[in-house]
C-alpha cells in the first residue's frame, strides 16, 4: 500500500491513509471490547517502541524489549480490571514488574549510563503506556463496555486536528509557538477549536453516556491537551534534529505523530470523567 501512495501528493496521502485508519480504529472500537483492546494494544507497542527508536537516534540505550513489555503490562492489567476480570489488588504486580528493569540494567556492561537509560526506559512507559492504559476509564465508564466516550472523543480529536490543518493552510498567519513548530498559528488553532466544539455538540445529541456539559469540557480539554501534546511531541522531534517519528503511516509520518495529541489529553480526560461524573 506505502508504495502505491508514493504517486499521491502529501494531502492525498494523508486523506487515504487517514480514512483507512480511521475505518480501521472505528471498525475495532464498535464492534466489541476484545478488538477495541487489541487494536489499541497494537497502537500501543507500536509508539512506544517508536519512542525507544527515536530515544535510541540520540544516543541512549533504553531497554525496549523490557520498557515495551512493562508498558503492555498495565495496559492490560488496567483494562481486565475495569472489565472486572481480574482483582483490582493485581495492580500492586504493576511495581515489581516495573521495578524488573533495574534488574536488567545491572547486567548491561556496556551501558555507560544506566540510571539515565533507565529513566527514559520509564519516560517510554509515561509518555506511551500509562496514557493508553487510561482510554479504559472512558470506555468502562459505566461500569461495562460502552463505545460512546472514546468514540466521541476520538471524532473531537480528530477534528480539532483537521480544523486546525486546513485554517492554518488557508488563514494562517499569527505563530502560536514558533520556538517549537514554525508552522502552527494562532488561526490554525482557532479552526480547530471550532471545529472540535461543533463535533461536541454534536456527540452531545447522539449520545447519552454523559452530559452535555461534559462533551463541551472533553471538547475543550482535547483542544488545549492535544495542542500541548502535539507541541511536546515538536519538541521531542527537535532535540534529535528530526522532522517525523517515522514514515510508517503515510502522509502522516509515524505514531507519535499521529497520536501525540492523545497521549497528552487522555490523562486529563480520564481524570475529568473520575472527578466530575
Known amino acids: 500500500m506505502r508504495s502505491r501512495l508514493d504517486k499521491y501528493n502529501n494531502l492525498t496521502q494523508r486523506i487515504i491513509a487517514a480514512l483507512v485508519g480511521v475505518a480501521i480504529i472505528l471498525s475495532a472500537i464498535i464492534y466489541g471490547q476484545w478488538t477495541y483492546f487489541v487494536i489499541f494494544f497494537v497502537l500501543c507497542a507500536f509508539t512506544q517502541l517508536e519512542f525507544y527508536k527515536l530515544v535510541g537516534m540520540d544516543g541512549m540505550l533504553p531497554l525496549k524489549f523490557w520498557g515495551t513489555i512493562t508498558g503492555l503490562s498495565i495496559y492490560t492489567i488496567t483494562f481486565l480490571v475495569r472489565a472486572e476480570h481480574l482483582d483490582p489488588r493485581i495492580y500492586f504486580a504493576i511495581a515489581p514488574i516495573a521495578a524488573t528493569v533495574y534488574f536488567v540494567k545491572l547486567y548491561n556492561k556496556n551501558d555507560k549510563k544506566p540510571f539515565t537509560n533507565i529513566a527514559f526506559t520509564f519516560l517510554g512507559i509515561i509518555y506511551v503506556a500509562v496514557p493508553f492504559s487510561l482510554l479504559h476509564i472512558a470506555v468502562f465508564y ?24 486546513f485554517a492554518g493552510v488557508k488563514f494562517g498567519r499569527t505563530k502560536l509557538f514558533e520556538r517549537i513548530s514554525p508552522k502552527k498559528t494562532w488561526e490554525g488553532a482557532l479552526g ?36 500541548y501534546g502535539d507541541l511536546m511531541e515538536s519538541l521531542f ?41
Open 142 to 165: 459505566n461500569g461495562t463496555y460502552s463505545f460512546q466516550i472514546i468514540l466521541g472523543a476520538l471524532f473531537i480529536l480528530w477534528a480539532s486536528d483537521t480544523g486546525a490543518y
Open 192 to 227: 480547530g477549536t471550532i471545529l472540535a466544539f461543533i463535533f461536541a455538540i454534536i456527540m452531545a445529541s447522539n449520545f447519552d453516556e454523559i452530559a452535555d456539559w461534559q462533551w463541551l469540557c472533553i471538547a475543550g480539554i482535547i483542544v488545549i491537551a492535544g495542542t
Open 237 to 277: 522531534k527537535r532535540s534529535i534534529s528530526i522532522k517525523d517519528s517515522g514514515s510508517i503511516i503515510p502522509g502522516h509520518g509515524g505514531f507519535l505523530d499521529r497520536f501525540d495529541g492523545l497521549l497528552l489529553a487522555a490523562p486529563f480526560i480520564s481524570a475529568f470523567l473520575m472527578l466530575f461524573d
